[in-house]
């Protein structure tokens, strides 16, 4: 019995020696079936044990030798027991051990899966885009937390087969292992999804900053079209209209101007923080800034165009009512009533002392008109002169005179490909709403007549008493104002060509600075001297003198007249910037005060005609 106990012995002590983590399982059922074998000998253990007792109990002649044998089998048997219970702890805990390695191993190949899908580069095309990818993160970082959790569970589980004593022990060294490259899978995963966060929040900040500039643009694309619409009203009450509703273009203007000055400053923030994105921000927000300056350029330009048109449109309702005051005073100074006799010819010459005197008093109307036409020419003629030089390039030599072959800077042109916007018409058509009048009365004048009933387009109510119509023939004529009244307006077609921009790629000539070797002095003399000449002979053909000069600025007010205005290169004004120009003024004008010195010239003669007209009736009356 004591051979088998050794025997026992030894193969627990192989066993423990022999207990791998890769065969725990086949360890497991192997320790099984030698403690069933071992339990199965217990009760020859202890009937051994019995046995020697009852030899000793009755004196058996070598009792002593019995009772040392059963002392020693009973310890074998006691340090089999232990050693059978040390071997099944130790393949509890290596099968333990095994689990917690597999499930660390399983753990890391999530976390490197997981740490995978953080690191695409997909950042979100537009803001929902990015929006969505955030909230995807969100749940990403919450399976990140319960990996990390678990990950601290793993490593304090398996502390306890740290052995800290012997740090050479193998199960020591491999679960430290075990554990470092646990953690570093964990911190690796955590700063992957950090710095996913970090770049997603980045491109949401950039995409509200883009989405923020779009819109800007858009409400600029369509402030720049009321902006640059040709437009300027057809009688004073319509451009008066225009103003105003520029006016709240310019209010609106203003109040968005803080929040582009906001997105210029966020942008500054944005590539000052070190977006991965700062060149594109800072070019959408210099893009933005330009667009920002044009619109202002343009709506200034706008304003004055309509401010010109209500100083002409203005000057104009004068004027037309001057015509008509003077028609109708001349009606009278042309008439070729001189009475019948003494008592009419008095009558007359008190009517035409009354007309004498009107006539008198409106002459400060027409020296007002006149100076009224002589500050418009005058705003109109500046206008025109607003037009920039076109640069000249000027021949620089080198400063310095040494001898040729020196290398210098020399500016050299190259051909560049450039990204421009460029304007391009679109028919479209626009409502427009067309005043009209009713005639309430019968009207039957000299010039021009009205049915009853009649509607009647509304050119001009600048008189208070005759209002200037157009019947549906397109004759225009005078009725008076109480004869009519207003109706409800005719919307009417009209085809407009609108302004879009189209981006496109075009050619350019751009100069960068090159090192080139000096000509001689000499060369460079010549060179020089012929570079003059020829461009004073060049200039002097060009100009023609001071007669050719003043030749092209009148085709140039000429060409304004006949509305086809010259182009202004440094001048937001542009094509159709006035709808009158300073030569059609001035002729209306001179008209107008033709037509009053003729009225003038008139009374003087009747005034004459009805005092010879007194006298030849006052000797029939002696006679």
Same mark, same amino acid.
């Given at each position: 019995?004591? $051979?088998?106990?050794?025997?026992?012995?030894?193969?627990?002590?192989?066993?423990?020696?022999?207990?791998?983590?890769? $065969?725990?399982?086949?360890?497991?059922?192997?320790?099984?079936?030698?403690?069933?074998?071992?339990?199965?000998?217990?009760?020859?253990?202890?009937?051994?044990?019995?046995?020697?007792?009852?030899?000793?109990?009755?004196?058996? @002649?070598?009792?002593?030798?019995?009772?040392?044998?059963?002392?020693?089998?009973?310890?074998?048997? /006691?340090?089999?027991?232990?050693?059978?219970?040390?071997?099944?702890?130790?393949?509890?805990?290596?099968?333990?051990?095994?689990? %917690?390695? =597999?499930?660390?191993?399983?753990?890391?190949?999530?976390?490197?899966?997981?740490?995978?899908?953080?690191?695409?580069?997909?950042?979100?095309?537009?803001?929902?885009?990015? !929006?969505?990818?955030?909230?995807?993160?969100?749940?990403?970082?919450?399976?990140?937390?319960?990996? #990390?959790?678990?990950?601290?569970?793993?490593?304090?589980?398996?502390?306890?087969?740290?052995?800290?004593?012997?740090?050479?022990?193998?199960?020591?060294?491999?679960?430290?292992?075990?554990?470092?490259?646990?953690?570093?899978?964990?911190?690796?995963?955590?700063?992957?999804?950090?710095?996913?966060?970090?770049?997603?929040?980045?491109?949401?900040?950039?995409?509200?900053?883009?989405?923020?500039?779009?819109?800007?643009?858009?409400?600029?694309?369509?402030?720049?079209?009321?902006?640059?619409?040709?437009?300027?009203?057809?009688?004073?009450?319509?451009?008066? @209209?225009?103003?105003?509703? @520029?006016?709240?273009?310019?209010?609106?203007?203003?109040?968005?101007? #803080?929040?582009?000055?906001?997105?210029?400053?966020?942008?500054?923030?944005?590539?000052?923080?070190?977006?991965?994105?700062?060149?594109?921000?800072?070019?959408?927000?210099?893009?933005?800034? *330009?667009?920002?300056?044009?619109?202002?350029?343009?709506?200034?330009?706008?304003?004055?165009?309509?401010?010109?048109?209500?100083?002409?449109?203005?000057?104009?309702?004068?004027?037309?009512?001057?015509?008509?005051?003077?028609?109708?005073?001349?009606?009278?100074?042309?008439?070729?009533?001189?009475?019948?006799?003494?008592?009419?010819?008095?009558?007359?010459?008190?009517?035409?002392?009354?007309?004498?005197? #009107?006539?008198?008093?409106?002459?400060?109307?027409?020296?007002?008109?006149?100076?009224?036409?002589?500050?418009?020419?005058?705003?109109?003629?500046?206008?025109?002169?607003?037009?920039?030089?076109?640069?000249?390039?000027?021949?620089?030599?080198?400063?310095?005179?040494?001898?040729?072959?020196? +290398?210098?800077?020399?500016?050299?042109?190259? *051909?560049?490909?450039?990204?421009?916007?460029?304007?391009?018409?679109?028919?479209?058509?626009? /409502?427009?709403?067309?005043?009209?009048?009713?005639?309430?009365?019968?009207?039957?004048?000299?010039?021009? $007549?009205?049915?009853?009933?009649?509607? +009647?387009?509304?050119?001009?109510?600048?008189?208070?008493?005759?209002?200037?119509?157009?019947?549906? !023939?397109?004759?225009?004529?005078?009725?008076?104002?109480?004869?009519?009244?207003?109706?409800?307006?005719?919307?009417?077609?009209?085809?407009?060509?609108?302004?879009?921009?189209?981006?496109?790629?075009? =050619?350019?000539?751009?100069?960068?600075?090159?090192?080139?070797?000096?000509?001689?002095?000499?060369? !460079?003399?010549?060179?020089?001297?012929?570079?003059?000449?020829?461009?004073?002979?060049?200039?002097?053909?060009?100009?023609?003198?001071?007669?050719?000069?003043?030749?092209?600025?009148?085709? %140039?007010?000429? #060409?304004?007249?006949?509305?086809?205005?010259?182009?202004?290169?440094?001048?937001?004004?542009?094509?159709?910037?006035?709808?009158?120009?300073?030569?059609? %003024?001035?002729?209306?004008?001179?008209?107008?005060?033709?037509?009053?010195?003729?009225?003038?010239?008139?009374?003087?003669?009747?005034? =004459?005609?009805?005092?010879?007209?007194?006298?030849?009736?006052? +000797?029939?009356?002696?006679?």
């Amino acid at each position: 019995r004591q $051979s088998w106990l050794h025997d026992m012995e030894q193969v627990l002590e192989d066993m423990g020696r022999k207990v791998e983590m890769s $065969s725990v399982d086949a360890s497991l059922k192997r320790y099984e079936a030698i403690n069933a074998g071992i339990m199965a000998g217990e009760g020859r253990i202890v009937t051994l044990m019995d046995m020697a007792e009852e030899l000793v109990s009755e004196r058996y @002649h070598d009792s002593t030798t019995i009772q040392q044998c059963a002392l020693n089998v009973k310890r074998e048997w /006691e340090r089999l027991k232990v050693h059978l219970d040390a071997l099944q702890s130790a393949l509890a805990d290596t099968r333990e051990l095994t689990m %917690i390695f =597999k499930e660390m191993d399983e753990l890391m190949k999530e976390m490197v899966l997981l740490e995978a899908t953080f690191k695409g580069d997909d950042l979100g095309k537009h803001l929902t885009g990015v !929006k969505d990818l955030l909230e995807k993160h969100g749940i990403g970082e919450s399976v990140v937390s319960l990996h #990390a959790e678990r990950c601290k569970q793993l490593i304090e589980q398996s502390q306890r087969f740290v052995d800290t004593e012997d740090e050479k022990d193998v199960a020591t060294i491999n679960v430290l292992q075990k554990q470092d490259m646990l953690s570093a899978a964990c911190a690796s995963l955590l700063a992957s999804s950090a710095t996913r966060r970090s770049r997603l929040e980045a491109s949401l900040s950039l995409q509200q900053f883009l989405s923020s500039v779009q819109d800007e643009e858009v409400w600029m694309k369509e402030a720049e079209q009321l902006a640059t619409m040709a437009d300027t009203g057809h009688d004073l009450n319509g451009t008066r @209209h225009l103003l105003a509703k @520029h006016e709240t273009l310019e209010a609106e203007i203003s109040g968005r101007e #803080a929040r582009v000055h906001s997105l210029t400053t966020s942008a500054k923030l944005l590539s000052g923080d070190g977006h991965y994105a700062s060149k594109a921000i800072n070019q959408r927000s210099q893009q933005l800034q *330009d667009k920002w300056q044009r619109l202002k350029q343009l709506s200034a330009a706008r304003r004055q165009r309509l401010e010109e048109a209500v100083q002409a449109q203005q000057y104009y309702a004068d004027s037309n009512e001057a015509e008509y005051w003077m028609k109708e005073k001349e009606q009278l100074a042309s008439s070729d009533d001189y009475g019948h006799d003494e008592i009419s010819v008095q009558s007359l010459i008190h009517g035409h002392e009354r007309l004498e005197e #009107a006539v008198k008093v409106y002459s400060t109307e027409i020296a007002r008109l006149k100076e009224h036409s002589r500050k418009l020419v005058t705003n109109l003629t500046a206008s025109a002169a607003e037009v920039d030089g076109p640069g000249h390039s000027l021949l620089q030599s080198p400063t310095s005179e040494g001898h040729g072959g020196d +290398l210098v800077d020399v500016e050299v042109e190259y *051909d560049d490909d450039e990204l421009v916007e460029e304007d391009v018409e679109v028919d479209t058509v626009e /409502e427009v709403s067309v005043p009209q009048v009713l005639v309430l009365y019968k009207y039957d004048g000299k010039a021009y $007549s009205a049915a009853k009933g009649e509607v +009647l387009e509304l050119v001009s109510n600048a008189n208070k008493d005759w209002w200037s119509v157009r019947n549906s !023939k397109g004759k225009e004529g005078f009725v008076p104002a109480n004869y009519v009244r207003d109706t409800e307006p005719k919307v009417v077609k009209k085809p407009v060509k609108k302004v879009e921009k189209v981006t496109k790629t075009i =050619k350019v000539k751009k100069k960068r600075v090159e090192k080139q070797k000096a000509p001689s002095l000499q060369r !460079k003399t010549s060179f020089q001297s012929s570079t003059s000449s020829s461009g004073l002979q060049s200039t002097a053909r060009r100009s023609g003198g001071l007669s050719t000069f003043a030749g092209t600025a009148t085709s %140039i007010v000429n #060409a304004r007249r006949l509305g086809a205005s010259p182009r202004r290169p440094g001048s937001l004004l542009g094509k159709g910037e006035s709808k009158y120009d300073s030569h059609a %003024i001035t002729s209306r004008q001179q008209a107008i005060n033709a037509t009053f010195d003729r009225l003038v010239q008139q009374i003087e003669v009747r005034g =004459k005609a009805l005092e010879d007209a007194l006298r030849l009736f006052s +000797l029939y009356r002696e006679c």
